[in-house]
């Protein structure tokens, strides 16, 4: 797979002003993209991401991942389109059915499809943002087959779903311009994700090359590899007590050990669960060391077929150091 690009993922959960202050920041050493969720209840994506890219000029904005629960499909395809116009090319829209955030916040509608009602927003916004009608008949929104947004010009905008189970997998090859794959990515399962995704795709007749793969790296550099590796802990211990099983599975990660982990969690909570964090789990789940181990670390990636990685969360013991290091070192080795 060939490398596409370097970008951030950031959280979205802090104030809009330094989300928008380190995407600027981004934006000036060169990052390709930054990624922006919404991330439980903290911030509205959409108005983050207009707000960034009237603020930056060349870095592309992804909105990584938006729910059609909490907006309708049709106006999921207005965001799009009218980010789009505000800075041309620079928006690419992911979706997703973040069905344990839905579920946790007690916002899962009564007889959803996850599967489908995403299925059908990435087809409307899709569609819709190509200045097509929409064209089917939706199940699971109502919307006239015949409906297309009023604005007079539109560009399609490229949609990723946020996938994680083989069937969502499956309907990014099919359906979708491109994945995202989420927190705590692991080479195995990168390589487990393009495979259900070609398979997608080939049932699609569709090529599976031209789609973009893309995800969230735990990433983490200093000049001090120990300071660089204690930074990841408790985000791993975090996400490996709630994560889906198959990101997991496929990972090759010691069971045991993830065990472990889930074990200390349940009983002490996210700290505790960080003292039982190994060198091993740091390794399969995580980007962690020098410049040279991140170097390392994010080709093996690449080579795994994550086109486009986007270096996550932690950064490092100095987070505003580690952007500017992962840039001036990191990006150029791995264009090669």
């Given at each position: ?8 993922s ?8 330094v989300?928008v202050?380190l ?7 060169g ?5 922006i969720?919404?991330s439980?209840?903290f911030?509205?994506?959409t108005?983050?991401?207009a707000a960034?890219?009237?603020a ?5 904005v992804?909105i990584?991942?938006?729910s059609?629960?909490?907006?309708h499909p ?8 009218t980010?789009d ?6 928006v690419?829209f992911?979706?997703g059915a973040a ?5 946790a916040?007690?916002?899962a509608?009564p007889?959803w499809?996850p599967?489908?009602n995403t299925?059908?927003?990435v087809r409307?916004?899709?569609?819709l ?15 006239s ?7 007079p010009r539109v560009t399609?905008?490229p949609?990723d ?11 990014v090859?099919?359906y979708a311009?491109?994945v ?8 195995g ?6 495979d259900?995704v070609a398979a997608?795709?080939?049932r ?17 550099v200093?000049?001090?590899?120990t300071?660089?590796?204690?930074a ?5 211990a975090?996400?490996?007590s709630?994560?889906e099983?198959?990101?997991v599975?496929e990972?090759g990660a010691?069971v045991v050990h993830?065990?472990e982990?889930?074990d200390?969690?349940?009983?002490g ?7 039982a964090v190994?060198?091993?789990l ?7 060391g020098?410049?040279?181990d991140?170097?390392?670390g994010l ?8 086109s ?5 969360h ?19 080795a791995?264009?090669g």
């Amino acid at each position: 797979m060939t490398f596409r690009g370097l970008g951030i993922s950031l959280s979205n959960e802090d104030p809009v002003d330094v989300t928008v202050a380190l995407s600027q920041e981004a934006d000036a050493l060169g990052y390709d993209e930054v990624s922006i969720p919404e991330s439980r209840l903290f911030h509205s994506v959409t108005t983050v991401a207009a707000a960034v890219l009237a603020a930056t000029e060349n870095i592309t904005v992804r909105i990584g991942i938006a729910s059609p629960v909490f907006r309708h499909p049709v106006a999921l395809a207005l965001e799009a389109a009218t980010l789009d116009e505000m800075a041309p090319g620079r928006v690419r829209f992911g979706v997703g059915a973040a069905e344990w955030t839905m579920k946790a916040l007690g916002t899962a509608p009564p007889g959803w499809r996850p599967y489908t009602n995403t299925i059908e927003a990435v087809r409307a916004m899709r569609s819709l943002t190509a200045g097509e009608t929409l064209g089917f008949a939706p199940e699971t929104f109502a919307a006239s087959p015949d409906v297309r947004l009023d604005m007079p010009r539109v560009t399609a905008v490229p949609v990723d779903i946020g996938a994680v189970s083989p069937r969502m997998m499956e309907a990014v090859g099919a359906y979708a311009d491109g994945v995202q794959l989420g927190a705590i990515t692991s080479v195995g399962y990168t390589e487990w994700s393009l495979d259900r995704v070609a398979a997608g795709a080939a049932r699609a007749g569709r090529r599976g090359a031209d789609l973009l793969v893309s995800g969230n790296v735990l990433t983490s550099v200093d000049n001090e590899r120990t300071a660089a590796r204690d930074a990841v802990r408790e985000v791993l211990a975090y996400y490996l007590s709630r994560v889906e099983g198959v990101v997991v599975d496929e990972s090759g990660a010691d069971v045991v050990h993830v065990a472990e982990v889930r074990d200390a969690v349940s009983v002490g909570g996210v700290k505790a669960g960080a003292a039982a964090v190994t060198d091993h789990l740091i390794d399969v789940f995580a980007v962690a060391g020098t410049v040279d181990d991140v170097i390392a670390g994010l080709s093996r990636f690449v080579d795994a077929g994550l086109s486009l990685p986007l270096v996550w969360h932690t950064l490092g013991p100095d987070p505003a150091k580690a952007l500017r290091t992962i840039a001036t070192y990191v990006r150029p080795a791995l264009a090669g």
